[in-house]
């Protein structure tokens, strides 16, 4: 958490000492990984009693996962899901893509890219990762198109859950090549709105194949 000018002067001592461990913790993890580093190495990054980190995280784990929720702004979208039907679905994604784009910057993908290995690797961080934010990312979008669909705003889906599990790991896959440092994609990450429209028009606009056609069930059992 960020400390900001709406904290009482408690709040912001707390929540800037917890800042500056995550990001403590964060080089640590990418210098040593995560099973090699202990709270006395992190303590002295970030220039603290080992006693104080113990005040603010019970676990390694727990930092992990307060440094994904550092980065991660799922929960704060969940909130404007019923104020968005209000508008236009396709400017809706377009703007929230955008947006998401542009709040990872630098900083974040450098934190990000310390844990990612520890995540995917240690069972336990992998199920609280998921339970945290995947899914409760993944549960707000099958609400929003169904909802969408119910107010007769989108045309029926033959699988609402599949679609939203295919868009949100797209959002995943970007994220990844830009972790992996893909040239394309980090120059396009310059661009937001480049990124952006290309993403909407890929999820709503018919892609056209000369000569072709949609398959169907039967050509796809065939």
Do not use: C
């Amino acid at each position: 958490m960020i400390p900001d000018e709406n904290m009482t002067r408690q709040e912001r001592r707390a929540a800037a000492r917890k800042h500056q461990i995550l990001h403590a913790a964060a080089k640590i993890f990418a210098e040593k990984g995560f099973h090699r580093t202990t709270a006395r190495e992190i303590a002295e990054e970030a220039d603290l009693a080992v006693g104080t980190i113990y005040n603010y995280f019970e676990s390694k784990e727990d930092i992990v996962i307060e440094i994904v929720d550092h980065i991660t702004t799922a929960q704060q979208r969940a909130p404007q899901a019923e104020e968005a039907l209000k508008h236009d679905y396709r400017e809706v994604f377009y703007r929230g893509f955008r947006e998401r784009i542009r709040e990872i910057d630098e900083d974040h993908l450098t934190m990000f890219m310390a844990v990612l290995p520890e995540i995917l690797s240690t069972p336990s961080l992998r199920q609280r990762y998921y339970e945290r934010f995947i899914g409760p990312s993944i549960a707000v979008g099958e609400g929003h198109v169904q909802a969408r669909i119910d107010l007769g705003q989108i045309e029926p889906l033959d699988d609402v859950a599949l679609m939203v599990r295919l868009m949100h790991s797209l959002w995943v896959g970007i994220s990844v090549l830009m972790l992996l440092g893909e040239p394309g994609i980090r120059e396009a990450w310059k661009d937001p709105d480049k990124i952006a429209r290309a993403i909407t028009s890929l999820y709503f606009d018919e892609v056209k194949i000369k000569g072709g056609s949609t398959p169907t069930r039967d050509s796809q059992s065939g």
